[in-house]
């Protein structure tokens, strides 16, 4: 689909597209005459603004932003947007198209492989097709749309090589490392979605369901991850790295909650242990008589006589500091 870059019913468009503004100025000193297909340096100009404005078009047209995406917000397309339309990105189309062969740079040969000459290039190819094409946006659209493909593959790959892991099997080997104390089942369900305003492409809906029991809190726990994208392999290595991440978070908080209640056992027999061994102290004490009263008092006299008595043991227990 690149390739339609580089095809054109109006060569002049083409010429003009490729010659860079050096190649134009050594010519006309060399032959005194004017180059008669100019450069690119104006297109170059207008094929930025057509770059934006068709991102913009191609991320909605796919849904975005939307939550099962990497891009939840419109700030994570205002920042995708400033990550994919650049010189570096731009100039590996330039590199795919085998753009160098064909640049016209005058004796600056070293300028065939220059970032910036490159994507200089490529925003020309575009507004030239623009004109080629007898200013048709439709057309236009249906030329950028695998551009915008080809640059977010590229930067889904390269998130994918800071992984210095295969996340699936990563994965596969942390449920096996918790299987003692955690058990997980996992769930994967890929489903292919055709975009009805763009029937070129294809999305995956890629789900994984865990269902999660903790043999040792005897807890039951279900997590669901969710992730969309264009490539299937990516987007489920996303899917899984995310869902380690969330398990890992998961177990930390389950260990957490396990030593918490441990510590709070620990603490309520320290408690009950002390008070066993003061009332062990108490009634082991043989300073201290144990009285025995009855219930009730045949006068007031007798009445008196408990309470005086009772008085007695409460000061003895005071005075040798029993609690």
Same mark, same amino acid.
């Given at each position: 689909m690149l390739l339609q870059l580089l095809q054109f019913k109006n060569k002049y468009l083409l010429i003009r597209a490729l010659t860079n503004k050096i190649h134009e100025l050594e010519y006309n000193q060399k032959s005194n005459q004017e180059y008669v297909y100019g450069n690119n340096e104006e297109l170059s100009v207008a094929g930025q603004q057509f770059l934006e404005f &068709?991102?913009?078009? &191609?991320? *909605? *047209?796919?849904? &975005? +932003?939307? +939550? @099962?995406?990497?891009? !939840?917000k419109p700030n994570d397309i205002i920042q995708l947007r400033q990550r @994919? =339309? /650049?010189? %570096? /990105? *731009?100039?590996?189309i330039g590199l795919q198209l085998d753009l160098p062969k064909f640049l016209k740079v005058g004796n600056q040969i070293h300028l065939k492989n220059n970032q910036k000459v490159l994507a200089d290039t490529i925003k020309s190819l575009i507004v030239a097709q623009y004109y080629?094409?007898?200013q048709d946006l439709e057309y236009l659209r249906d030329l950028l749309h695998p551009v915008m493909d080809f640059l977010l593959n590229k930067i889904q790959q390269e998130q994918i090589q800071h992984i210095k892991y295969n +996340? !699936?099997?990563?994965?596969?080997?942390? @449920?096996?490392?918790? !299987?003692?104390?955690i058990e997980v089942i996992p769930k994967l369900t890929v489903e292919l979605k055709k975009n009805q305003e763009f029937n070129s492409q294809s999305l995956f809906l890629i789900s994984l369901e865990l269902? =999660?029991?903790?043999?040792?809190l005897f807890e039951d726990q279900k997590l669901k991850i969710q992730k969309q994208g264009m490539s299937k392999r990516i987007t489920e290595q996303q899917v899984y790295f995310e869902a380690l991440q969330e398990l890992k978070n998961w177990e930390l908080a389950q260990k957490n909650k396990y030593s918490y209640q441990n510590q709070e056992q620990q603490s309520q027999n320290q408690t009950n242990n002390m008070s066993t061994s003061v009332n062990? %102290?108490? *009634?082991n004490n043989t300073d201290i008589p144990i009285y025995e009263f009855s219930e %009730?008092?045949?006068n007031d006299e007798k009445q008196k006589e408990f309470y005086d008595s009772l008085s007695q043991i409460l000061n003895q227990i005071s005075e040798k500091d029993q609690f």
């Amino acid at each position: 689909m690149l390739l339609q870059l580089l095809q054109f019913k109006n060569k002049y468009l083409l010429i003009r597209a490729l010659t860079n503004k050096i190649h134009e100025l050594e010519y006309n000193q060399k032959s005194n005459q004017e180059y008669v297909y100019g450069n690119n340096e104006e297109l170059s100009v207008a094929g930025q603004q057509f770059l934006e404005f &068709y991102f913009y078009d &191609y991320m *909605l *047209l796919q849904g &975005y +932003p939307n +939550p @099962l995406s990497c891009f !939840k917000k419109p700030n994570d397309i205002i920042q995708l947007r400033q990550r @994919l =339309i /650049n010189d %570096q /990105n *731009l100039a590996d189309i330039g590199l795919q198209l085998d753009l160098p062969k064909f640049l016209k740079v005058g004796n600056q040969i070293h300028l065939k492989n220059n970032q910036k000459v490159l994507a200089d290039t490529i925003k020309s190819l575009i507004v030239a097709q623009y004109y080629d094409k007898y200013q048709d946006l439709e057309y236009l659209r249906d030329l950028l749309h695998p551009v915008m493909d080809f640059l977010l593959n590229k930067i889904q790959q390269e998130q994918i090589q800071h992984i210095k892991y295969n +996340p !699936k099997s990563n994965f596969s080997e942390y @449920l096996t490392s918790i !299987k003692e104390e955690i058990e997980v089942i996992p769930k994967l369900t890929v489903e292919l979605k055709k975009n009805q305003e763009f029937n070129s492409q294809s999305l995956f809906l890629i789900s994984l369901e865990l269902e =999660i029991k903790d043999k040792m809190l005897f807890e039951d726990q279900k997590l669901k991850i969710q992730k969309q994208g264009m490539s299937k392999r990516i987007t489920e290595q996303q899917v899984y790295f995310e869902a380690l991440q969330e398990l890992k978070n998961w177990e930390l908080a389950q260990k957490n909650k396990y030593s918490y209640q441990n510590q709070e056992q620990q603490s309520q027999n320290q408690t009950n242990n002390m008070s066993t061994s003061v009332n062990s %102290q108490f *009634l082991n004490n043989t300073d201290i008589p144990i009285y025995e009263f009855s219930e %009730q008092f045949d006068n007031d006299e007798k009445q008196k006589e408990f309470y005086d008595s009772l008085s007695q043991i409460l000061n003895q227990i005071s005075e040798k500091d029993q609690f």
